[in-house]
Antibody, heavy 121, light 109 residues
Framework: EVQLVESGGGFVQPGRSLRLSCTTS????????MGWFRQAPGKGLEWVGF??????????EIAASVEGRFTISRDDSKNIAYLQMDSLKIEDTAIYYC????????????WGLGTLVTVSS | EIVMTQSPASLSVSPEERVTLSCRAS??????LAWYQHKPGQSPRLLIY???TRATDTPVRFSGSGSGTEFTLTISRLQSEDFAVYYC???????????FGQGTKLEIK
């Protein structure tokens, strides 16, 4: 069974950093791109970015709203994707989800249950 | 950035009714359009991709149509488990800058 579990969320002050992890099982992690999405309280879903597989150079794409502050990486030996969030702002408060596949183009797009990040002073 | 606009924002309907949700793109996304169902406390569930192809395990009462800038999701006979928020997502951009609609909330009448 494919499973994705986000962790690392919590309460953090503006300007600080946080690293989220997406721990996976049930599939060959290294074969897949991995995506990140978020949902602010009372708002809709927002695309954050993704990282391609090693075959495609582990290159990343990031949304303009977080570019320069957020970076995505992966450790294929541990089956984990990461979202490093620096210079956090109050508006980054959200539930953060990871997904297997960057997009639904292949017909499957499995997400985790998310982890809550609260940015507040 | 491609702006996705969903309508209506919310809809109150009775079980067994037929409902159509709309999604409009500010510029053509071809058929790179997906629909998701999202319930509180759960992860979003992919229903439709490629504008009209049902994902695995998507019930046949869900159908998607459209291309270019106008898209619809139709639920032929609403079941109790279908009450949720529905989002469209365009994934056409290059470089990738994917965007969601703001969502349509389906509520029980």
């Amino acid at each position: 069974e494919v499973q994705l579990v986000e962790s690392g969320g919590g309460f953090v002050q503006p300007g600080r950093s946080l690293r989220l992890s997406c721990t996976t099982s049930g599939f060959t992690f290294g074969d897949y791109s991995m995506g990140w999405f978020r949902q602010a309280p009372g708002k809709g879903l927002e695309w954050v970015g993704f990282i391609r597989s090693k075959t495609y150079g582990e290159t990343t794409e990031i949304a303009a709203s977080v570019e320069g502050r957020f970076t995505i990486s992966r450790d294929d030996s541990k089956n984990i994707a990461y979202l490093q969030m620096d210079s956090l702002k109050i508006e980054d408060t959200a539930i953060y989800y990871c997904s297997r596949h960057a997009t639904p183009a292949t017909g499957t797009h499995i997400w985790g249950l998310g982890t809550l990040v609260t940015v507040s002073s | 950035e491609i702006v996705m606009t969903q309508s209506p924002a919310s809809l109150s309907v009775s079980p067994e009714e037929r409902v159509t949700l709309s999604c409009r793109a500010s510029q053509s996304v071809s058929d790179h359009l997906a629909w998701y169902q999202h319930k509180p406390g759960q992860s979003p569930r992919l229903l439709i991709y490629g504008a009209s192809t049902r994902a695995t395990d998507t019930p046949v009462r869900f159908s998607g149509s459209g291309s270019g800038t106008e898209f619809t999701l139709t639920i032929s006979r609403l079941q109790s488990e279908d009450f949720a928020v529905y989002y469209c997502l365009q994934y056409k951009n290059w470089p990738p800058r994917y965007t969601f609609g703001q969502g349509t909330k389906l509520e029980i009448k």
